[in-house]
T-cell receptor
Framework: TQLLEQSPQFLSIQEGENLTVYCNSS?????LQWYRQEPGEGPVLLVT?????EVKKLKRLTFQFGDARKDSSLHITAAQPGDTGLYLC?????????FGAGTTVTVRA | DAGITQSPRHKVTETGTPVTLRCHQT?????MYWYRQDPGHGLRLIHY???????DKGEVSDGYSVSRSKTEDFLLTLESATSSQTSVYFC???????????????FGNGTRLTVT
């Protein structure tokens, strides 16, 4: 059983469209991280959110941590082909990270 | 790029044979981790280390052992490989255990292991 549930599992959109990826859990986390992974490489950290209700923006990416620190979302505005990849959320507890299964995002030119 | 090297990058082995994967870091980070990545399961923690000779089990540790005799090296051993251990294995490092705003995980580029 996955501790963190990500939805949707797959997302295919046209360049310029917006998208949102969700990460949900019944557990409370001290912090939550989002990673992006490209084929043949390891995941790379995008952002860490640590405070309930926190919103962080990185250019066209907006990350939100739920008030209860159990869920998070990633919103991409005006997606570009370079945003294509596997997006993973990971929740921190007891000095370990638990990962969601990931959302594969494909942005078509 | 964080200095993490995994070797080998690809390996094919037969059921029942022992296999050792190596992770080498040049960052002098205290914490090192081994994850496996499978479709539909994401990344699952196998074992981790919080210092030289200090290791602990993760959520999927059965059939795996680890050793850390030096800060820079973390070895993962499959004592007797099985087909269910076919996977992509990632090593990761961090300054501080778990996560915080100043301690992300830095991953290597993975080892693709196929057990036939």
């Amino acid at each position: 059983t996955q501790l963190l549930e990500q939805s949707p599992q797959f997302l295919s959109i046209q360049e310029g469209e917006n998208l949102t990826v969700y990460c949900n859990s019944s557990s409370v986390f001290s912090s939550l991280q989002w990673y992006r992974q490209e084929p043949g490489e390891g995941p790379v950290l995008l952002v860490t959110v640590v405070t309930g209700g926190e919103v962080k923006k990185l250019k066209r990416l907006t990350f939100q941590f739920g008030d209860a620190r159990k869920d998070s979302s990633l919103h991409i505005t005006a997606a570009q082909p370079g945003d294509t990849g596997l997006y993973l959320c990971a929740g921190a507890n007891d000095y370990k990270l638990s990962f969601g299964a990931g959302t594969t995002v494909t942005v078509r030119a | 790029d964080a200095g993490i090297t995994q070797s080998p990058r690809h390996k094919v082995t037969e059921t029942g044979t022992p296999v050792t994967l190596r992770c080498h870091q040049t960052e002098n980070h205290r914490y090192m981790y081994w994850y496996r990545q499978d479709p539909g399961h994401g990344l699952r923690l196998i074992h981790y280390s919080y210092g030289v000779k200090d290791t602990d089990k993760g959520e999927v540790s059965d059939g795996y052992s680890v050793s850390r005799s030096k800060t820079e090296d973390f070895l993962l051993t499959l004592e007797s490989a099985t087909s269910s251990q076919t996977s992509v294995y990632f090593c990761a490092i961090s300054k501080v255990g778990g996560a915080g705003s100043d301690s992300p995980l830095h991953f290597g580029n993975g080892t693709r292991l196929t057990v036939t």
